[in-house]
């Protein structure tokens, strides 16, 4: 199958306010890519959801089971099971929330993943927590080279999210113990990649701008609401830092639409533009090299004649 066939899965978790906090946002940014998206919305109770759109792409009722905070990995197996039998040609899987928000282009977007669909791409480090304190993914239960952290909202592709739903299936008594220590799903994909001896083909990147410093409780990070100056430097000065950056967390409802769309507007990938214009500065270049070589022998010839 030609990379140009695959395809992208939005696979956005709403299970508390079953809302998408910037969906008029998501619309108008998955319309230019939209022969390559597809969007998937897990749920805890489908009576509350009243957006047409967010309901057409539900995915259906024998995927939801019950997640809470401390226990929401079976919503990303149960999206994750129906995203990859749904549509085969489903390549990459988004991992994203309600307060998720598209930051950069979607041109920007589609050559990231022409670049890298065969890549799965989230930051993943060694846990940086007191294991014997913290017990989050009962990691001091499990064999060093496990005790790992990633970040919860990243991208998989098709090969790794077929890795994560073995790993539940056949390494079930394993699975169990990590998802039982909570927050699992901040150890667990990182784990599994570990456990098939595949991490290290991992870009080990964000994917999801989130701002830890200016935290909004003791377990969130910062909320985007106001769109202040703090909130513009932190985003500019992350976007150039991070370069497989694509999505923002946690953007409240309030948050300026207009800064949205000048950041998604804004960030796009010139490169084909810098080809071009480095290639006809070449040419230009290499041309008036020539046209003054001539000038110069007509010169000496006249000179000796």
């Keep these: 199958m030609s990379y140009k066939s695959y395809k992208i899965a939005l696979c956005f978790i709403i299970s508390y306010e079953h809302v ?152 079930n008594k394993l699975c169990n113990l990590i998802c039982q220590g909570g927050l699992a799903n901040e150890s667990l994909f990182a784990i599994i990649l570990m456990h098939y001896k595949k991490i290290t083909s991992v870009i080990s990147h964000v994917t999801h701008l989130t701002d830890w410093v200016r935290m909004s409780s003791p377990t969130s990070p910062h909320l985007f609401k106001d769109g202040n100056d703090l909130d513009i430097a932190f985003i500019k000065e992350n976007l150039d830092k991070n370069k497989y950056a694509m999505f923002i967390r946690k953007v409240h409802p309030s948050f300026p639409d207009e800064i949205l769309r000048e950041f998604i507007k804004n960030n796009t990938n010139f490169s084909h533009y810098y080809i071009l214009t480095n290639h006809f500065t070449s040419l230009l270049i290499g041309s008036i090299l020539l046209v003054s070589f001539f000038i110069y022998l007509i010169y000496q010839l006249n000179a000796t004649s």
Excluded: G
Excluded at 47 to 68: A, E, L, M, V
């Design 20 to 171: 998408l906090y910037k969906e008029h946002i998501w619309k108008e940014w998955i319309e230019p890519n939209k022969d390559i998206i597809n969007v998937y919305f897990f749920y805890s109770d489908l009576k509350k959801i009243r957006s047409k759109w967010i309901y057409q792409n539900t995915i259906p009722p024998k995927y939801i089971c019950h997640t809470s905070y401390y226990h929401v990995v079976p919503a990303y197996l149960s999206i994750l099971n129906f995203a990859l039998l749904n549509d085969k040609r489903n390549k990459w899987f988004c991992y994203l929330t309600d307060s998720c928000c598209p930051i950069i282009s979607p041109t920007k977007f589609r050559k990231l993943f022409e670049e890298n669909y065969n890549k799965s791409i989230m930051k993943y480090t060694m846990a940086h927590w007191n294991i014997e304190i913290h017990r989050r993914a009962n990691l001091n239960q499990l064999p060093k080279e496990y005790h790992l952290a990633n970040d919860p909202w990243f991208i998989l592709t098709r090969e790794n999210a077929i890795d994560c739903i073995n790993f539940a299936l056949n390494e």
